[in-house]
């Protein structure tokens, strides 16, 4: 009788859908612990970014009290105290929670993380508050 | 269908296809109509497309009730088993494969690249089950086991936005298997696997976005899985380094 | 434990059907030494296999009105367990008094147990309440016999791999579309691959039906007839382990008398009616509600538990046309070749039986096969361990 000789057949996979490193930043479809992990991820790049600021800034200083002066009228306007309460909250959030991701991270408090993220975008924001008050209370 | 004509609305859904020979880069929808009920899942509409509409349309199905894990799929850009996703209300439905697996066909994801890093973590099936508070074991019975809570289904893995860059990520589903090897041997020396996952792409990759635990529909909190084996394996560390010579 | 790899045949065996028989089979002929190819339209054991409630029976639950079926699911259960290590929760079984027809009937059925090579024990009311809290308080007594809980898919799966990695090709998302007849004898299929659209012949020295309740309509194609019926039942899955073990109602066969713990989920079952096509089957939510009401008799718990889901499977039986309900057909199972039944050569149908009764039916199946092409070939099904399921992803 005849027979025929089947090959194993294994389809060749196509590419698996990727969100990427854009992905990351993607809210669509995530839920509390990826809104942190998004927030993390942009507080941390925003930090970096302010600290390259600060030191351009501080080397002002080297340019006398003339340039530094000059500075600190525009750190007083309007949009730079804006700007200083959105790098209040960064600092806060990026601190709290990475004492959250820091603890957790080691394996501690694990079944505590989600109250742990809540209690620091609580507290980060109660204080960021208090600043915002202060800041634009007329104390410079 | 057994609900009555009334009972039913007509839902448009909006699904990926792929099949092979198909440009990498290309993606394909196509759109069905589909009377739903007020029970309906998705995979019973899926189920209907393919018996009603497009005898061509290849997805993963078997239990029908969460036990098996291979209906895992992404429904408006969120990942769920479809056989206990019900079909939302309102508006078209996207239905698309999950993430960050090889697409084969369709909605079918090709599980050898799941599983290949699955068995390196040498995960047995059954653990000792909880007992109902107060209950007594029968007679001949010396522990109670259970299956664990894993189903395989994959669905973590395409939740979790590491996987969705780094393709070298072993992934949560793993990472979490490795650790209930460490956490109840059964006879096997869970060392090895530890050591295993005690890499830059394994347990120290993840950067705690927790989808993976929130994602699964079994209960199993790959996250925190993850976080316990960091622990293990530093602590498996610190004793070899402390150990002077002893056994490694 | 060495496998006895026995001379390679030259015969080829085309299995149609990728549920636990078919990957039984596979797994039987390839330990055998034919070569098999087995093909499934969907996914491996997306048919009926997939989705019963994964009770691995003891038997007691044919003991007295079905005695075929009863031994062999003791007989099964035991080389499971064997050949599948570890693939079980193996937590035993109560079969529960509730009302006074139970008790009535107790003396019966724990004779026939035994009578049928079924352990049984006899459990009083206190003891009952002590191993499963949450049981009906009105509980009378209960029998404990060696029930289990398999996972309806990876189970099976197991037997796949083990084919698979003896050689054997499985081929899913394959559909057949004819087989090839000619002369009143079949010499294979001819298959659409659903993902790249192509169609193929796939030839072979026989055709094996293994479609379970899909079995007539395949036989259909070759202009055979089997008297299959499919009959569905209802299974409902609630959140949370309710008992520690099987629980089962002490009465001849009825709806929603069992009650099986798997994984964090309890699987209630199951009703019984029958269909002409096991693709269009329908989940009846008054069947739903029996599941709740006849459920919560026995463990009363199950009344408010979540749903996680309802849904339909249809049992392969095997009987007249004239069956009402199905419950009045026996759960054995049958091996058809067609030679003798319809006078067409190369083509074999096996289906009925349950999820517990894969590999004698695939050890049936494989000695009628043997002595059709006259090869002498013993089956080793029942020692070599398979393996785990994981292996048939393996690269």
Request: hydrophobic fraction near 40%; aromatic fraction near 6%; proline fraction near 6%.
């Amino acid at each position: 009788m005849a027979s025929t000789t089947v090959e194993p057949r294994r389809p060749e996979p196509g590419p698996a859908r990727r969100r990427g490193f854009v992905g990351w930043f993607d809210p669509r479809g995530r839920r509390l612990g990826g809104y942190a992990f998004i927030l993390n991820r942009l507080s941390g790049i925003g930090l970096v970014v302010y600290l390259y600021m600060h030191l351009v800034i501080l080397s002002l200083l080297v340019q006398g009290p003339g340039a530094w002066d000059a500075f600190v009228e525009i750190a007083l306007s309007p949009p730079v105290l804006v700007f200083d309460v959105v790098l209040l909250a960064g600092m806060l959030f990026h601190g709290l929670n990475g004492i959250r991701v820091g603890l957790v991270g080691m394996g501690l408090v694990v079944s505590r993380q989600r109250a742990l993220f809540i209690a620091a975008f609580v507290v980060a924001g109660l204080v960021t508050l208090v600043g915002a008050l202060r800041i634009f209370g007329g104390e410079g | 269908m057994t609900e009555t004509a009334a009972e039913l609305r007509t839902t448009r859904f909006v699904v990926s296809r792929r099949k092979e020979g198909d440009d990498p880069g290309e993606l394909r929808y196509d759109t069905f109509d589909v009377a739903v009920g007020p029970r309906s899942t998705i995979l019973d509409s899926l189920v209907s497309i393919r018996r009603e509409l497009d005898p061509t349309l290849t997805f993963r199905h078997s239990c029908f009730h969460a036990s098996c894990g291979t209906c895992g799929m992404r429904v408006n850009g969120r990942e769920g088993l479809a056989c206990v996703t019900p079909v939302p209300e309102g508006g078209e439905v996207m239905v698309e494969p999950l993430g960050n697996i090889p697409v084969v066909t369709d909605l079918v994801v090709d599980m050898d690249a799941f599983y290949d890093e699955f068995d390196e973590a040498g995960r047995p099936l059954v653990r000792v089950s909880e007992m109902i508070p107060g209950a007594e074991m029968a007679e001949g019975i010396d522990e109670l086991e259970r299956y664990e809570d894993c189903i395989e289904c994959g669905i973590c893995l395409s939740a979790c936005p590491v996987a969705g860059s780094d393709p070298r990520y072993v992934g949560p589903a793993a990472l979490a298997a490795a650790w209930r090897l460490v956490d109840e041997p059964r006879g096997r020396d869970p060392g090895p696997v530890l050591r295993l996952m005690d890499d830059e792409q394994a347990a120290w990759r993840c950067h705690l976005a927790w989808e993976c635990t929130e994602a699964c529909p079994s209960g199993v909190d790959p996250a925190a899985a993850i976080m316990r084996l960091r622990r293990a394996a530093t602590a498996a560390r610190a004793r070899r380094l402390f150990s002077f010579g002893g056994t490694r | 434990m060495t496998i006895t790899r026995l001379p390679r045949q030259p015969y080829h065996v085309v299995i149609v059907g990728g549920g636990g028989t078919g990957g039984a089979l596979a797994h039987d002929l390839i330990l055998r030494g034919f070569r098999v190819t087995l093909v499934e339209r969907g996914e491996l054991t997306s048919g009926t296999t997939g989705r019963h409630h994964g009770l691995l029976h003891s038997g007691a639950r044919y003991a007295v009105k079905d005695r075929e079926s009863a031994v062999e699911c003791i007989e099964e259960r035991e080389i499971l367990r064997r050949v599948c290590p570890g693939s079980f929760e193996e937590n035993d079984g109560l079969f529960v008094a509730i009302t006074d027809e139970d008790v009535a009937y107790e003396p019966l059925f724990f004779e026939s147990c035994l009578a049928s090579g079924i352990p049984a024990r006899r459990v009083s009311r206190e003891e009952a309440l002590r191993l499963e809290p949450n049981l009906n308080p009105e509980v009378k007594m209960a029998v404990q016999v060696p029930d289990a809980t398999m996972d309806a898919m990876r189970m099976p799966l197991r037997f796949f791999a083990s084919a698979k990695a003896g050689g054997a090709v499985i081929r899913p998302w394959t559909l057949v579309t004819e087989l090839l007849v000619h002369d009143r004898l079949v010499s294979g299929i001819r298959v659409r691959d659903l993902v790249n659209g192509v169609d193929d012949e796939i030839r072979g020295d026989l055709v094996v039906n293994a479609t379970g309740p899909w079995a007539e309509q395949l036989a259909v194609m070759a202009g055979c007839d089997v008297p299959i019926r499919p009959s569905p039942g209802v299974l409902l899955a609630v959140r949370g382990r309710v008992c520690n073990m099987v629980i089962n109602r002490l009465h001849p066969s009825g709806d929603g008398d069992i009650i099986v713990p798997q994984r964090g989920l309890s699987v209630v079952g199951t009703s019984s009616w029958v269909v002409d096509d096991p693709d269009d089957l329908g989940v009846p939510e008054d069947h739903v509600e029996r599941m709740y009401s006849e459920g919560s008799m026995m463990v009363p718990a199950v009344r408010h538990a979540e749903r996680r889901a309802a849904w339909s499977a249809a049992r392969p039986l095997i009987g007249s046309r004239d069956a009402d309900t199905g419950r009045e057909l026996s759960r054995t199972f049958k091996c058809f070749d067609h030679r003798e039944t319809d006078g067409v050569e190369g083509f074999v149908t096996i289906s009925g039986g349950k999820g517990t009764t894969l590999r004698a039916m695939a050890e049936t199946t494989a000695d009628v096969i043997c002595r059709k092409v006259g090869v002498e070939a013993a089956c080793q099904t029942r020692e070599i361990v398979t393996l785990p399921h994981t292996a048939y992803y393996a690269a």
